[in-house]
């Protein structure tokens, strides 16, 4: 059985950076497509992030430049490095593997 469990979210101030981690089990954690999602209060979910077993990364428009995508196979563990955070970054943060989806961790950018 596939499990993600994700952590690191909490509150921070605008400009203000956090590190998400998210581990894995029951996958074949290096050769898995790895994505980390959002959903903001009222709105759809939305993909944040992916990261291919080749180690290729992709970002939403809204958050190229600012997050980065990385993982440590070793520790079946996925990250989220998100920097110059934004009020609408906030949003419970999940990460994703094919149908398989954990349990999230709230963000709150607020001053």
């Known amino acids: 059985e596939v499990q993600l469990q994700a952590s690191g979210g909490g509150l921070v101030q605008p400009g203000g950076s956090l590190r998400l981690s998210c581990t894995a089990s029951g996958l074949n954690f290096a050769r898995a497509y790895m994505s980390w999602y959002r959903q903001a209060p009222g709105k759809m979910r939305e993909w944040v992030s992916g990261l291919t077993m080749a180690d290729e990364a992709s970002y939403a428009r809204s958050v190229e430049g600012r997050f980065t995508i990385s993982r440590n196979i070793a520790k079946n563990t996925l990250y989220l490095q998100m920097n110059n955070l934004q009020t609408e970054d906030t949003a419970v943060y999940y990460c994703?593997?094919?149908?398989?989806r954990g349990q999230g961790t709230l963000v709150t950018v607020s001053s």
């Open positions: 994703v593997n094919g149908g398989y």
